[in-house]
């Protein structure tokens, strides 16, 4: 389910001419009904503003931001403009040192080997961070993605997977799907066919045709028929389907895999129908 928000800002409303509102354009959001909920929840509590107004700082946000950080990038970005004078200053005072060093006092000396030590400390504090975001970037934060219109099946598999220890995380918006992947690093994902935005199919298209995410074990949990799934299973490249309502000693194989080595996808039949 998707609500539509086109709210106005109530509090800069009043005081806009006709004309003025003439000019405005109306933009139109389709987000889940959960979605609008929180944000209208922290925009009334947090920030005790309309939901709107949230909506404009957040762009406006976002805009000076990347305007004055056209660069802008993650801590791998940061360190290497870091380093940079970094090595710049290490190789100048070692270059005074060897050059000047007879020449040079003691108290001299002394501060310019400081400037190295602290210089040092420095690079090794962005190497650990360095090292901290790369395991962050490939740890997994969650093991399963389910991805569903219907909130009751993300709660039902949820409660069930996290009951055997698997870490899983459920949205009902297929257009999040590729954030999620960036941030959880799922191991599988359980994907709807039928939802409000775009296809199963097309979504787990994207998937197994991008090179950092095609390793993806990708299943459709659907009410379609099986052999309607079995047609496109292979030109979509998901690994197979589990029908509605589920077998879950079906699924009890898929946590068997993630509690091994993980999904490579090949454990499983093409179609994972719900046949006893």
Same mark, same amino acid.
């Given at each position: ?28 959001? /389709? ?13 009334? @509590?947090?920030?005790?503003? #309309? ?40 190789? %100048?005072?070692? /270059?005074?040192?060897?050059? @000047? ?27 650990? @961070? ?22 009751? #099946?993300?709660?039902? /598999?949820?409660? %069930? ?29 359980? /994907? ?42 292979? #030109?979509?490249?998901?690994?197979? %389907? ?32 719900? @046949?006893?």
């Amino acid at each position: 389910m998707v609500s539509s928000i086109q709210e106005t800002g109530k509090d800069s409303d009043l005081e806009i001419s006709e004309k003025d509102k003439e000019a405005k354009e109306r933009i139109a959001l /389709l987000v889940s009904s959960e979605e609008k909920q929180e944000w209208q929840d922290f925009a009334e @509590n947090k920030l005790e503003c #309309t939901l709107s107004k949230l909506i404009r700082n957040a762009v406006e946000f976002y805009i000076t931001l990347y305007t004055n950080n056209p660069e802008f990038e993650s801590f791998s970005k940061i360190s290497h403009d870091l380093k940079e004078p970094l090595t710049a200053i290490m190789g %100048y005072v070692h /270059l005074l040192i060897e050059k @000047n060093k007879d020449e040079l006092s003691a108290e001299i000396l002394s501060i310019l080997r400081e400037i190295l030590d602290k210089c040092n400390v420095l690079d090794a504090k962005i190497g650990a @961070n360095l090292e901290t975001d790369r395991q962050k970037s490939q740890n997994p934060v969650i093991d399963i993605l389910v991805v569903d219109d219907d909130t009751a #099946t993300i709660k039902i /598999l949820q409660s %069930y997977f996290e009951l055997r220890g698997i870490r899983c995380k459920g949205i009902t918006s297929g257009l999040k799907v590729q954030d999620e992947i960036r941030m959880g690093h799922p191991a599988a994902i359980l /994907l709807d066919i039928i939802l409000p935005e775009k296809s199963g199919y097309d979504i787990c298209r994207e998937i197994k045709n991008d090179e950092l995410t095609k390793d993806i074990a990708v299943y459709y949990i659907s009410a379609i028929p099986g052999y309607e799934i079995e047609k496109l299973i292979e #030109t979509t490249g998901a690994n197979g %389907y589990f029908s509605k309502p589920f077998n879950f000693n079906q699924i009890e194989e898929l946590i068997k895999s993630l509690k091994s080595d993980g999904p490579s996808g090949q454990e499983f039949a093409p179609s994972l129908e719900n @046949n006893e």
